[in-house]
């Protein structure tokens, strides 16, 4: 079994920054073969894609919104991958998600499981 565990999380006003943390642990688990995404869901909305990093940590993508202000990094040596936030806005605001890729599309939610518990952002104007 496989859990992933966020942390970062926190409120920050308008153009500030965060660095959200994703950590993987499990016995039958090589973080090194696994791609990992970002997500994040408001209340009241679906779950939205916001980065996703390959498995050696080489290939970012990123959705439009977030693209030029969060940078996504992968560790492999820490189990961890990174989401640097920056130049925060308001409607950034939502609990923020990894999740394990597992198939099918790299920006839908449910080509991902393994999902944290979640860590909040709140961006304050």
């Known amino acids: 079994q496989v859990q992933l565990v966020e942390s970062g999380g926190g409120l920050v006003q308008a153009g500030g920054s965060l660095r959200l943390s994703c950590v993987a642990s499990?016995?039958?688990?090589?973080?090194?073969?696994?791609?990992v995404g970002w997500f994040r869901q408001a209340p009241g909305k679906e779950r939205e894609f916001i980065a996703r990093?390959?498995?050696?940590?080489?290939?970012?993508n990123y959705a439009d919104s977030v693209k030029g202000r969060f940078a996504i990094s992968k560790v492999n040596a820490k189990n961890t991958v990174y989401l640097q936030m920056n130049n925060l806005k308001p409607e950034d605001t939502a609990v923020y998600y990894c999740?394990?890729?597992?198939?099918?599309?790299?920006?839908?939610?449910?080509?991902?499981?393994?999902w944290g518990q979640g860590t909040q952002v709140t961006v304050s104007s």
């Open positions: 999740g394990l890729y597992v198939k099918g599309s790299i920006w839908a939610s449910s080509g991902y499981n393994n």
């Open positions: 499990g016995r039958t688990f090589t973080f090194s073969s696994e791609a």
């Open positions: 990093v390959s498995a050696s940590g080489a290939i970012p």
